[in-house]
């Protein structure tokens, strides 16, 4: 069932959006040669914690951290270490969910550390489009797989792969509701999209294959080739109509 939300849930995870895109812009200035991912989350979570955000990822199952930090070849998932410092030339993914008297945003920003390569520059841009383009198609009547095909078409042909083994999702008081919304599939199929259906739109690509092997951490997942990775994502509203991006500033 997918839930329809009403004019306080959506207030909320208004609310919880803003918080955490001013984080993930704040923290810009952290992602630099030497910090570690382990750090990285735990300066998000205490910003998190200070603007009155619970972190609903901790606890999740076996995970323990607010966010999931990724860099180069992983995609999603990436578990924070003090093992991973990043170093320049490194392409890095933070996905974060972060929710208001229990209703969540779930969003992910990119980073570059120093220069990179220019695959690395162009498989973000790509990603970011796939997701704008889909902001832009949603309205009340199209199909949710339109939003499937829409991200598939655009990234196969500029050559990338789109990841099956990971989707987006609707998102409310939990923030993995239904529908499943995958990076692919033929347009025009699944349910019809209604106001106050929230989803977290999350294109996933690789540069090479499309295919992901999970590490022995349980979490953090790989290109099995290792090619680039890129994600980025945002929590929508349906509107009457379009859209509200509730994970953007103004
Ligand atoms: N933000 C992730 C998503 O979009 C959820 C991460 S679940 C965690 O689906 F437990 F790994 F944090
Ligand atoms: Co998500």
Not at 10 to 38: C, F, K
Not at 139 to 149: N, Q, V
Request: charged share 20%.
């Amino acid at each position: 069932m997918i839930i329809i939300k009403n004019k306080l849930a959506i207030d909320n995870m208004r609310h919880a959006g803003h918080i955490l895109a001013t984080i993930l812009e704040d923290i810009r200035s952290q992602v630099v040669a030497g910090v570690s991912t382990y750090e990285l989350d735990s300066m998000i979570e205490a910003q998190m914690t200070a603007n009155g955000l619970q972190a609903p990822c901790k606890g999740y199952g076996t995970y323990r951290f607010a966010t999931c930090i990724s860099l180069n070849d992983g995609i999603v998932h990436g578990v924070p270490s003090k093992e991973i410092i990043l170093k320049s030339g490194d392409f890095v993914k933070i996905d974060v969910v972060g929710s208001y008297k229990s209703y969540c945003a779930d969003l992910t920003r990119y980073y570059f550390v120093g220069e990179v390569s220019a695959t690395a520059r162009r498989i973000a841009e790509v990603a970011q489009i796939a997701l704008d383009s889909v902001i832009e198609l949603v309205r009340p009547g199209i199909k949710l797989s339109d939003i499937s095909a829409l991200v598939q078409q655009i990234v196969e042909k500029e050559g990338f792969g789109v990841v099956r083994d990971f989707a987006g999702h609707g998102i409310g008081q939990h923030f993995h509701e239904e529908p499943s919304i995958p990076n692919y599939g033929k347009p025009g199929k699944g349910p019809i999209v209604t106001e106050g259906m929230a989803f977290a739109i999350e294109p996933m690509i690789t540069e090479k294959s499309f295919e992901v092997r999970i590490l022995p951490d349980g979490w953090t997942a790989k290109t099995i080739d290792g090619g680039l990775a890129a994600h980025v994502e945002d929590t929508i509203v349906v509107t009457r109509t379009g859209v509200e991006v509730l994970t953007r500033l103004a």
